[in-house]
């Protein structure tokens, strides 16, 4: 729970905002410190579970949705801002 408060405290002082999507939100932190300093991007995003397709061969197809890697605050803010209780507390929707 402070966890989130603090990220989300340090995001807002780097010009960012609770709309802003977790990548976003982290690019403006990693920004604001400057010097080159950048999180690393090593978390790949949860992909939505489905059945594997066919391709009218034996074979399943490919998975076609591919995401670039996140860095696990980014994956965090993300995760966060999907919740009831953030969207209430931060004002999601208010303008």
Same mark, same amino acid.
């Given at each position: 729970?402070?966890?989130?408060?603090?990220?989300?405290?340090?995001?807002?002082?780097?010009?960012?905002?609770?709309?802003? %999507?977790?990548?976003? #939100?982290? /690019?403006?932190?990693?920004?604001?410190?400057?010097?080159?300093? !950048?999180?690393?991007? +090593? $978390?790949?995003?949860?992909?939505?579970?489905?059945?594997?397709?066919?391709?009218? %061969?034996?074979?399943? #197809?490919? /998975?076609?949705?591919?995401?670039?890697?996140?860095?696990?605050? !980014?994956?965090?803010? +993300? $995760?966060?801002?999907?919740?009831?209780?953030?969207?209430?507390?931060?004002?999601?929707?208010?303008?």
């Amino acid at each position: 729970m402070h966890l989130a408060a603090w990220l989300h405290e340090l995001v807002i002082l780097s010009g960012g905002s609770f709309r802003d %999507s977790g990548n976003v #939100a982290i /690019a403006r932190l990693e920004e604001h410190v400057g010097g080159g300093f !950048a999180l690393a991007q +090593d $978390v790949d995003p949860p992909q939505p579970v489905s059945a594997p397709r066919t391709t009218g %061969s034996d074979e399943p #197809a490919a /998975a076609s949705t591919a995401t670039a890697p996140k860095s696990k605050l !980014a994956v965090l803010w +993300d $995760v966060l801002a999907a919740r009831s209780s953030w969207q209430k507390v931060f004002g999601v929707g208010a303008i």
